[in-house]
């Protein structure tokens, strides 16, 4: 199963409602299907350049990883020897910042990802969140107690726990 494009745009419309109301800086929010193929992508005026570049990158990552981008940048600080091994055998389409997550259906299963960029890491976050959230959809956190098959490593260390 995919996001739908209904799906997609509640996304975009609600994170970047949201990004108004918080008077975030302009922000882009891309909304992706299973294997980081676009559905949707919105940038708001006087947003910056190779926004949606940043933003594809953000919702690669955590498709990529099964985490939320700021989980991989967590991982890129603490092992960037591995992370630079998996950035490089993607093609460099893994940006690891915060604002990317994957989005779930009602049964929690993957059926996209969503990345936001404009704002700081967190509000991105936040933005992602809330626009799947608007969409009648599941984060990760959300699934976590759903079993192992669902579940999400909000921890981390040596071994990766």
Same mark, same amino acid.
């Given at each position: 199963?995919?996001?739908?494009?209904?799906?997609?745009?509640?996304?975009?419309?609600?994170?970047?409602?949201?990004?108004?109301?918080?008077?975030?800086?302009?922000?882009?929010?891309?909304?992706?299907?299973?294997?980081?193929?676009?559905?949707?992508?919105?940038?708001?005026?006087?947003?910056?350049?190779?926004?949606?570049?940043?933003?594809?990158?953000?919702?690669?990552?955590?498709?990529?990883?099964?985490?939320?981008?700021?989980?991989?940048?967590?991982?890129?600080?603490?092992?960037?020897?591995?992370?630079?091994?998996?950035?490089?055998?993607?093609?460099?389409? *893994?940006? @690891?910042? !915060?604002?990317?997550?994957?989005?779930?259906? &009602?049964?929690?299963?993957?059926?996209?990802?969503?990345? +936001? $960029?404009?704002?700081?890491?967190?509000?991105?976050?936040?933005?992602?969140?809330?626009? *799947?959230? @608007?969409? !009648?959809?599941?984060?990760?956190?959300?699934? &976590?107690?759903?079993?192992?098959?669902?579940?999400?490593? +909000? $921890?981390?260390?040596?071994?990766?726990?």
């Amino acid at each position: 199963m995919s996001i739908t494009l209904d799906q997609a745009n509640q996304i975009i419309a609600a994170a970047i409602k949201r990004g108004i109301e918080l008077d975030c800086r302009p922000i882009s929010v891309v909304v992706v299907e299973p294997g980081c193929i676009v559905k949707a992508f919105q940038k708001e005026d006087g947003a910056s350049m190779i926004r949606f570049e940043m933003a594809l990158g953000k919702a690669y990552a955590a498709l990529a990883l099964s985490r939320s981008s700021k989980f991989v940048r967590i991982r890129n600080e603490e092992k960037p020897a591995f992370m630079r091994y998996l950035m490089t055998a993607s093609g460099d389409r *893994i940006f @690891a910042e !915060g604002g990317g997550l994957q989005i779930r259906d &009602k049964n929690g299963e993957v059926i996209g990802a969503v990345g +936001v $960029t404009g704002d700081t890491e967190d509000r991105d976050e936040e933005l992602a969140t809330h626009g *799947i959230h @608007a969409a !009648g959809l599941k984060t990760d956190e959300d699934c &976590k107690d759903m079993g192992r098959k669902f579940r999400m490593r +909000v $921890t981390s260390g040596a071994d990766g726990r």
